[in-house]
């Protein structure tokens, strides 16, 4: 199965190694480091780290983000990471990096919290994976690009076109027919609240713009300063400062925050006057 994004008919842009990225490498290298590790602990490294009772009996609160790292296999991680880089890197265009990260660690904390009510409290099997923090990237899409046409690709069946709304639709009944269907070996329930949560969160940052909820937000400007990435777009004096820049040093003498000035005014077509 196969996603194809809608087009904006647009030049791609030249993309900084970014949020998107950043969660891809990280969780390729935990699962790595799971895959060994449980060889020499008979599974010990997952039952720590993956989501369980524990986590509400023993206060291992850091399961609700290290189960997200993990994975139950290879082609698990393969399907998790491909989603994430189909329609993530469209939301870290509209959102930045922080909010995205914040949108998908959050909703993979939402979706374990949910697991864990509804199934991980009356078994010891731990839940491990990102599928909770990417569907709620999927249904943030959806809430954004409601009318986004998207092709689904089910290997030799002829594609098939429908909006993203439709496919989050299609996505959210199918996981509650097999949530209610009791397959206890797949979090349905953590994939389910990930997906509802993304997709308020995109429909209400559509209605109101893509920087949503920032004047209210005074907490996620102090986390923005702390890991320097500045979101929205940059003052005029700013840019006009690297330019000037260049124009006196070169390109060479462009530093990181530079790049990442211009790359915000080439994004809300900002212009030197």
Same mark, same amino acid.
């Given at each position: 199965? /196969?996603? !194809?994004?809608?087009?904006?008919?647009?030049?791609?842009?030249?993309?900084?190694?970014?949020?998107?990225? $950043?969660? =891809?490498?990280?969780?390729?290298?935990?699962?790595?480091?799971? +895959?060994?590790?449980?060889?020499?602990?008979?599974?010990?490294?997952?039952?720590?780290?993956?989501?369980?009772? *524990?986590?509400?009996?023993?206060?291992?609160?850091?399961?609700?983000?290290?189960? #997200? /790292?993990?994975?139950?296999? =290879?082609?698990?991680?393969?399907?998790?990471?491909?989603?994430?880089?189909?329609?993530?890197?469209?939301?870290?265009?509209?959102?930045?990096?922080?909010?995205?990260?914040?949108?998908?660690?959050?909703?993979?904390?939402?979706?374990?919290?949910?697991?864990?009510?509804?199934?991980?409290?009356?078994?010891?099997?731990?839940?491990?994976? &990102?599928?909770?923090?990417?569907?709620?990237?999927?249904?943030?899409?959806?809430? +954004?690009?409601?009318?986004?046409?998207?092709?689904?690709?089910?290997?030799?069946?002829?594609?098939?076109?429908?909006?993203?709304?439709?496919?989050?639709?299609?996505?959210?009944?199918?996981?509650?027919?097999?949530?209610?269907?009791?397959? #206890?070996?797949?979090?349905?329930?953590?994939? /389910?609240?990930?997906?509802?949560?993304?997709?308020?969160?995109?429909?209400?940052?559509?209605?109101?713009?893509?920087?949503?909820?920032?004047?209210?937000?005074?907490?996620? &400007?102090?986390?923005?300063?702390?890991?320097?990435?500045?979101?929205?777009?940059?003052?005029? $004096? !700013?840019?006009?400062?690297?330019?000037?820049?260049?124009?006196?040093?070169?390109? *060479?003498?462009?530093?990181?925050?530079?790049?990442?000035? /211009?790359?915000?005014?080439?994004?809300?077509?900002?212009?030197?006057?």
């Amino acid at each position: 199965m /196969l996603y !194809e994004p809608y087009s904006h008919g647009t030049m791609p842009r030249q993309r900084e190694f970014g949020a998107v990225q $950043s969660i =891809f490498a990280v969780t390729v290298v935990v699962f790595l480091v799971q +895959m060994v590790a449980d060889r020499f602990t008979n599974n010990g490294f997952t039952r720590v780290f993956g989501l369980g009772r *524990d986590a509400f009996l023993h206060g291992y609160i850091w399961q609700f983000l290290t189960y #997200q /790292l993990l994975h139950g296999g =290879f082609l698990h991680i393969i399907m998790n990471m491909l989603m994430l880089g189909i329609f993530g890197r469209e939301l870290e265009e509209n959102l930045g990096s922080v909010r995205l990260s914040l949108l998908y660690f959050g909703a993979g904390v939402l979706g374990g919290l949910c697991w864990l009510l509804v199934s991980g409290l009356r078994d010891g099997v731990p839940c491990v994976g &990102a599928s909770g923090a990417v569907f709620g990237i999927i249904g943030a899409f959806a809430g +954004m690009h409601p009318h986004g046409e998207m092709s689904l690709w089910f290997f030799i069946i002829p594609p098939i076109r429908m909006t993203a709304r439709t496919m989050a639709l299609v996505f959210g009944l199918a996981t509650l027919a097999m949530m209610l269907a009791s397959d #206890q070996n797949v979090a349905h329930a953590a994939h /389910l609240a990930g997906g509802v949560a993304g997709y308020i969160y995109g429909t209400r940052c559509r209605r109101y713009g893509w920087a949503w909820g920032a004047a209210h937000e005074p907490w996620l &400007a102090w986390l923005r300063r702390k890991v320097g990435r500045a979101e929205g777009p940059p003052l005029e $004096s !700013e840019v006009n400062a690297v330019l000037d820049k260049i124009g006196k040093l070169g390109m *060479d003498a462009m530093t990181g925050r530079d790049k990442a000035i /211009l790359k915000r005014s080439q994004r809300y077509g900002i212009r030197r006057e």
